[in-house]
């Protein structure tokens, strides 16, 4: 069983950057894809970003390249989620996710962290 824990998350204004951090307890961490999600309120949860196990790839939605930077520490059973120039759009609950079950662009993983609210005012 592999518990996740967010944090980083808060209020920062438009074209501002922020840092989550994911902490991964129990075992099998460094072998298991990453992904990070997000949940505005009244939308269904959609995918951001993910990072294989060695960091051999990285996956990003469409609307966050070249803003948002996905990375993780093994050592540490860390991943952390860069973002910049943000957006009011970018307001949602995120999530850490952990050993995706097939497609990683989907919510299909078998461990979830509690969330951590990102508001991003105008």
């Known amino acids: 069983q592999v518990q996740l824990v967010e944090s980083g998350g808060g209020l920062v204004q438009t074209g501002g950057s922020l840092r989550l951090s994911c902490a991964a307890s129990?075992?099998?961490?460094?072998?298991?894809?990453m992904g990070w999600f997000r949940q505005a309120p009244g939308k269904e949860r959609e995918f951001v970003a993910a990072?294989?196990?060695?960091?051999?790839?990285?996956y990003y939605a469409d609307s966050m390249k070249g803003r948002f930077t996905i990375s993780r520490d093994n050592a540490k059973n860390t991943v952390n989620l860069q973002m910049n120039s943000l957006k009011p759009e970018d307001t949602a609950v995120y999530y850490c996710?952990?050993?995706?079950?097939?497609?990683?662009?989907?919510?299909?993983?078998?461990?979830w962290g509690q969330g951590t609210q990102v508001t991003v005012s105008s």
């Open positions: 996710a952990g050993r995706s079950r097939g497609s990683i662009t989907t919510t299909s993983y078998y461990y």
């Open positions: 129990g075992r099998g961490f460094s072998s298991y894809t």
């Open positions: 990072i294989t196990g060695r960091s051999t790839n990285t």
